[in-house]
């Protein structure tokens, strides 16, 4: 499945697409996830790295980092984190 926008589709923010275009978007997104996860059955960590991909693209950014402080999880302390993605290409 390939997702064709217009110019101001691609500048646009998710926040800003008209419902039609939003759900095209949705729809290629959860394709991608879907495909993806069939090869490396990890729908977690795939969503939320298109996730990140995608708040680069918003922002026009080649490289985004993301800062977790004190992060705990099943109320255990698991420490600090950085998570940093780049635009390979």
């Keep these: ?14 926040a800003e697409l008209d419902n ?9 997104a959860m394709y991608q996830i879907k495909q993806e996860a069939e090869k490396q059955d990890k729908v977690s960590l795939l969503s939320a790295a298109l996730l990140l991909c ?6 026009n950014a080649d490289t985004l980092t993301q800062t977790i402080e004190g992060l705990t999880i099943k109320g255990e302390p698991f420490g600090n ?3 940093v993605i780049s635009k390979t290409k």
């Design 54 to 59: 995608s708040a680069a693209f918003e922002t």
């Design 81 to 83: 984190w950085k998570v």
């Design 1 to 14: 499945m390939r997702l064709i926008l217009t110019d101001a589709e691609k500048k646009a923010t998710w």
């Design 20 to 28: 039609e275009s939003l759900g095209k978007v949705v729809k290629a």
